[in-house]
């Protein structure tokens, strides 16, 4: 297995531009995470999903964020519009509940988001 | 509330020299602590989990409830050891991690 997939890897965007970013789990996983990560703020919690459908979005910064997840294996978050302070990689995750293993976070590679 | 805090941003030991990363938390239930470690151009991964009670490149974490920490230790410090380091309470049995704000730890040569 490839591991989390996650795309673009770098996303140079100008301010007001609408920004996807895409994340691939771990087949077989039920539970999907996007994270941001900022030098100010370290790593933060956005939003997570389990079965496709979003248990806690109270991380979500404002409106201006939205994620979704269509079917167990692809999920995107997007910005619209986007804002300099928006600036940070954005990490996605994904874990497999079970009676063995309950916790265990697999994070894709992250999409370094530069907005102007 | 739910909060895990590093209290150093930078760490910075010469190689062989002992290296203690603090981790404290604040929670009301009973802890599921771990560390995750980043390395330079790599992806976040676990490092350990406390229940696992585990060594992991002989780095080890105990917890002290008494104390709310959960630090991170080595006896004696490789230059690949030089990441960024988190520690991270489990929230709910839904996976939700509270990760700290992270440690840099730099090994110098």
């Known amino acids: 297995d490839a591991g989390v997939i996650q795309s673009p890897r770098h996303e140079v965007t100008e301010m007001g531009q609408e920004v996807t970013l895409r994340c691939k789990p771990i087949?077989?996983?039920?539970?999907l995470f996007w994270y941001r990560q900022t030098m100010m703020r370290g790593l933060e919690l956005l939003i997570y999903f389990n079965n496709n459908v979003p248990i806690d979005d109270s991380g979500m910064p404002e409106d201006r964020f939205s994620a979704k997840m269509p079917n167990a294996s692809f999920s995107t978050l997007k910005i619209q519009p986007s804002e300099p302070r928006d600036s940070a990689v954005y990490f996605c995750a994904s874990s497999l509940v079970s009676l063995l293993n309950t916790d265990t976070q697999y994070f894709g590679p992250g999409t370094r988001l530069t907005v102007l | 509330a739910q909060r895990v805090t590093q209290p150093e941003k930078l760490l910075s030991v010469f190689k062989g020299a002992p290296v203690e990363l603090k981790c404290n938390y604040s929670?009301?239930?009973?802890?599921?602590l771990f560390w995750y470690v980043q390395y330079s151009r790599q992806r976040l991964q676990l490092l350990l989990r406390?229940?696992s009670r585990e060594s992991i490149k002989g780095f080890t974490a105990d917890l002290n409830k008494g104390e709310t920490s959960f630090h991170l230790k080595k006896p004696f410090a490789q230059e690949e050891d030089s990441a960024m380091y988190y520690c991270?309470?489990?929230?709910?049995?839904?996976?939700?991690?509270?990760f700290g704000q992270g440690t840099e730890l730099s090994v110098k040569p």
């Open positions: 929670y009301s239930g009973s802890p599921e």
């Open positions: 991270a309470l489990l929230y709910n049995q839904g996976g939700k991690l509270i």
């Open positions: 406390h229940i």
């Open positions: 087949s077989g996983h039920d539970y």
